[in-house]
Structure formats: structure tokens, C-alpha cells
């Protein structure tokens, strides 16, 4: 009988690092309102900081199962699949560059002027562009909200499947049970910041850019790391298994 994805992949993996990196992030928040340390957006948002090494660190890490994969042939000859994974590993890698400012934060180079003026941060990069980086981080977050977060929610509550079934087309395009923690915690994290915007007078950190950002590249990493353990031969041999007995 094929596995569910949550005994495949890890729980500390999709259900812990999500909470607990939420938690480190908003509690260091709260001891810098109290006073009790001074230095937290050079500690958690500054160019080598927690945050911002952590998203570099998931987006890298979410390449290595993809290059696992077609260095052993660890899945079918489906094209569709074969585009995607190269598709995203070569986003995975652009978010890292685009996090690093293309190695900028390591050589140091000046920022051509021309991009200096539409950056806010007058890096060598796209993301922080004027407006652009806002919409962009929105709209990823809304997606992995609702694909992420709720429709493995409405998959459970309704079918009790914590997975797409492999014979629906492209089945590996929907994210598992296990994209649930960092799918709903993406959309948490903005509610201090949407409340306040309506009249609540909660604290929030003001620029959750990167927190965002970082929460994006976990939901990547989680995906990611579930596709290749359901793609492994023994789990795709189970699969089969288990259509031949329905069958």
C-alpha cells in the first residue's frame, strides 16, 4: 500500500520548520518592542541576516532533489514533468541570485545608476524594483494560500485524500498535506499587518517582505522534497500496486 505523503517526507520537515521559524521570527519581534534586543532588522531582514540566508538556503536545497532526479531517471518519460522540474529549478535558482544581488553582496560592486534609482534598496537585482517585488511576493503568496494552504484542506475534509491521485493529468502539479503548515502560516503572517491597515493597533514588524519571501522558498522546498520522495521508484512501485488491486 502506497505510503501518505506525511510518513514520506519528514513531520520536523512540513509541519515544524514552518512553526517554529514563525515563532523564532515574531517572538525575536516582540523582545525588540520590549527592548530587549536592539538589533532586529539587521539580525532577522539585514544582507546577511537570518531570514534572508535561510530563503537563499531553501531555494538552493530545493534544487539538489531535481538534479537527483534526472541524474538517476527516477521518473516516467512524461515531458510535462521533465519541463516543470527544469522550470522550477531554474526558478529556484533566480530567487537565490536575485537574494544574493547576483553576488553583489559578497563583491561589492556599485549598482549601475540607472537601476539604483528604481531599486529601494539600490541593489543589483529585479525584486526590489519599485512595485514590482510587492506584486510579485502578493500574488506568490496568494497562490500558495489557496494551493497550498486551503485546497489540501478541502481535499481531506471532503475525499479523505492527503494527495492527488496519480492517474489525474499532471497529478504532480498539486501540492500534498504536507504544503498545508507553510501554505496557511504564509497568509498568517500578513494578518498583523493587514489588520493594522484597517484600524487595529497591532504591532507588526512593518516590512514583512522577507519573511515572505523566505515562507515562499520553505513552500518550494516542502513541495518539492514530496514530489521526488513520491516519484522514487519503491513509492512509484507501491502506486502501481495499488491501481492494479482496484483495477
Not at 520536523?12 to 520590549?34: D, E, N, Q, R, T
Not at 502539479?173 to 498583523?192: D, H, Q
Amino acid at each position: 500500500m502506497q505510503r501518505d505523503d506525511q510518513l514520506l517526507v519528514p513531520k520536523w520537515l512540513w509541519l515544524w520548520v514552518p512553526i517554529v521559524l514563525c515563532i523564532v521570527y515574531f517572538s525575536y519581534f516582540i523582545l525588540h518592542k520590549l527592548k530587549v534586543v536592539r538589533n532586529f532588522n539587521s539580525f532577522m531582514h539585514g544582507e546577511f541576516g537570518i531570514i534572508e540566508n535561510l530563503t537563499v538556503l531553501f531555494a538552493v536545497i530545493a534544487i539538489i532533489p531535481i538534479i537527483i532526479l534526472f541524474r538517476k531517471g527516477q521518473f516516467t518519460s512524461d515531458k510535462l514533468l521533465k519541463g516543470f522540474l527544469v522550470c522550477f529549478a531554474l526558478g529556484c535558482f533566480v530567487i537565490a541570485g536575485e537574494e544574493l544581488s547576483w553576488g553583489q553582496h559578497f563583491f561589492g560592486w556599485q549598482t549601475p545608476e540607472s537601476l539604483a534609482a528604481i531599486n529601494k534598496q539600490q541593489e543589483t537585482n529585479l525584486h526590489n524594483i519599485n512595485g514590482f517585488g510587492n506584486k510579485a511576493r502578493t500574488v506568490l503568496s496568494a497562490l500558495i494560500f489557496i494551493f497550498g494552504g486551503l485546497m489540501p484542506l478541502f481535499r481531506w475534509f471532503k475525499y479523505k485524500k492527503l494527495h492527488s491521485d496519480r492517474d489525474k493529468k499532471m497529478w504532480w502539479l498539486w501540492p500534498s498535506f504536507t504544503c498545508v503548515s507553510v501554505g496557511l502560516l504564509s497568509f498568517v503572517i500578513t494578518l498583523p499587518q493587514r489588520l493594522s491597515k484597517i484600524g487595529f493597533k497591532i504591532p507588526h514588524p512593518g516590512n514583512i517582505a522577507e519573511i515572505k519571501e523566505c515562507m515562499v522558498t520553505l513552500f518550494f522546498l516542502i513541495f518539492i522534497v514530496t514530489l521526488f520522495l513520491r516519484l522514487h521508484p519503491e513509492n512509484e512501485d507501491d502506486a502501481v500496486s495499488d491501481s492494479n488491486t482496484a483495477a
